[in-house]
Nanobody, 115 residues
Framework: VQLQASGGSLVQPGGSLRLSCAVS????????LGWYRQAPGKQRDLVAR???????NYVDSVKGRFTISRDKGKNTVYLQMNSLKPEDTAVYYC??????????WGQGTLVTVSS
């Protein structure tokens, strides 16, 4: 399985971005697709994830602002980010979790929220 993330950019506070993650390879045993982020000097934390059945989970700090979605036909997962804040600045990583619990990672994409 390969994960290809894109969409990171510099955006002003209050702005919006949409991240995309294209998933290729053997995807039949993937339970979750999601996004994590890592700010400088901090650990990598879950932002949002979506299960095969469509259940969504969000970290409290992004609820109401971010939306995760999945296009099964395109094997792509998206993260729509609205009302961005400077504290959302981080490298965002696409993640896939197998039914075995193993995590797969894409390369990061940098989101910078600054005026």
């Amino acid at each position: 399985v390969q994960l290809q993330a894109s969409g990171g950019s510099l955006v002003q506070p209050g702005g919006s971005l949409r991240l995309s993650c294209a998933v290729s390879g053997s995807i039949f045993n993937l339970n979750y697709l999601g996004w994590y982020r890592q700010a400088p000097g901090k650990q990598r934390d879950l932002v949002a994830r979506i299960s095969n059945s469509g259940n969504r989970n969000y970290v409290d700090s992004v609820k109401g602002r971010f939306t995760i979605s999945r296009d099964k036909g395109k094997n792509t997962v998206y993260l729509q980010m609205n009302s961005l804040k400077p504290e959302d600045t981080a490298v965002y990583y696409c993640n896939a979790r197998r039914s075995s619990g193993n995590d797969l990672w894409g390369q990061g994409t940098l989101v910078t929220v600054s005026s």
